[in-house]
């Protein structure tokens, strides 16, 4: 075939983004970057250390913290085999003999999680198919045969189990485990930000890849006033970005005891046993998976159902009705306000006590920025020592949608000085005068080709530079530069060391 006409058949296929995820671009990311920013100033000042777990970690890790039965583990997660490097990337019908045997090695070197499999089993069937492959006419007959070996081979673990990471909480109660931080003086206070990763149904302020920012402080009490300082903190954050139209609500879901939360749900699901035909699909399942979860509903028809539905704050123990009362003391102390929310539970299982959401505005129905909470138990769970713990982690997407929603977007700067130059000599000297602007800190576009004066001067004003610096042989002869200001079209003529100066003039 000629290359024209590979060229013609073989369109180049256009790649596009998947579904869920976005390329973040200038000048938005100037506003991402302002708000990184912001939070690492303001969380040193309560004095909090970044933290940068990995995206991925073993599968079982969120199953174990999050909780099996949430959404978030039981259907959002992006999972998949972290194959062992020593196995053939894609056996085929030719290798599968060897690759059979490498499995069985690593296996019994334990380099693979053999824990169920039946090896034999799949060897077996492999006989049986290959034996058919010999005579290829019964193939058809055999087509089951096949199939079982399929089945078999899929059952096969050929790695670990490793999922993307769709919250950060979990890994900083890992790593907390890991580097021996009770050890440290207690709480120990970190901070996160970077991207998680959960299989929602796209749509405004909701992606797959999404990001962060988190806090999460760990051991020590589990005094009030804790709570409440996290909790400012996160105010302290959205005052500086000038944030608007916030809303907290807070709640405290007791701990899981009979004479607390526990106590609770069995009451909650007998009453939602009575109401069960009226409610919704999902809400029925929930009445036996999570019962908690149905305070949530967003259904309309629902919520005359679940406003007649017993209240936690009645059923709390005495230690947890305790707590609350506290934290809202504590919180009026640092002028923090807010408003009670009995049917905030949150999706993740490890919550107990507070938990805090908060709305902001311009979002539609995504308009929760941030969410947190209380996880005493989790880092016990997770194999470590009992640890208190209590985050939160900002929607940063949806942080930055509200803050443009309200204008409180920077405008996108243009260059300081547009060099405009003709001629070798002239070309040297602009190299130079680029480099000592930009040591000075001006923002400088030097054009790469040669261009007329007029079209360098267009295009000067098209980027929205201040400034258009005019060097031809003559300005380079007497070493008197020309510096144009676009704004008014006034030009002086200034040498090198006064040009610094003049435009480093505030
Ligand atoms: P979460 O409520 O699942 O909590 O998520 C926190 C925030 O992340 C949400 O309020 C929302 O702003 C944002 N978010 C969640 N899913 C998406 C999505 N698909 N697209 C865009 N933004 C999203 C947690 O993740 C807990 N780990 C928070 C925490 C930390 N609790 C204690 N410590």
Known sequence: MSEGAVKKEEKPRKFQAIRGTRDLLPPETALWTRVEQTAHEVFATFGFGEIRPPVFEPTDLFARAVGG??????????????????????????????????????SKSGELPQDEIDLELVEKQWKKVDGLLQGISKIEAGSTEIYTLIMLFEALRLGGDVSLRPEATASVCRAYIEHNMQQLPQPVKLYYMGPMFRR????????????????????????????????????????????????????????AADNCRRGYVRKLKAELEKVKD???????????????????????????IVEQLPRIADNLCDDCKMHY????RELALRDVAYRENWRLVRGLDYYMRTTFEITARGLGSQNAVCGGGRYDGLVQLLGGPPTKGIGFAIGEDRLILSLEESGK????????????????????????????????????????????FGKALERASKLGSRFALILGDNEVA?????????????????TEPALLEYLLKP
């Open 69 to 106: 039965e949430t959404d978030i583990v039981s259907k959002e997660m992006y999972t998949f085999v972290d194959r062992s490097e020593k196995l053939e990337p894609q056996p085929s019908i030719g290798s599968m003999d060897v690759f059979l045997e490498q499995v069985k090695r690593l």
């Open 200 to 255: 929602e149904r796209p749509q405004k302020g909701r992606y797959r890849q999404f990001y962060q920012i988190g806090a999460e402080i760990l051991g020590g009490p589990d005094a009030p006033a804790i709570d409440a300082e996290l909790i400012e903190m996160l105010m302290t954050f959205f005052g500086k970005l000038g944030l608007e139209g916030t809303t907290l609500d807070i709640n405290s879901i007791g701990h």
């Open 278 to 304: 009226k409610l919704g699909a999902d809400s029925q399942r929930r009445i036996e998976t999570n019962p908690l979860r149905v305070l949530d509903s967003k259904l309309e028809h629902e919520q005359a």
């Open 325 to 328: 009362a506290a934290v809202k």
């Open 409 to 452: 977007v920077p405008a996108a700067p243009g260059p300081d000085v547009y060099i405009a130059w003709m001629g070798q000599n002239a070309y040297a000297t602009a190299i130079r005068a680029a480099r000592a602007l930009r040591n000075a800190g001006l923002r400088v576009e030097l054009p790469a080709t040669e261009l007329k």
């Open 478 to 494: 007497d070493g008197q530069w020309t510096l144009k200001t676009l704004r008014d079209g006034s030009q002086q003529k200034l």
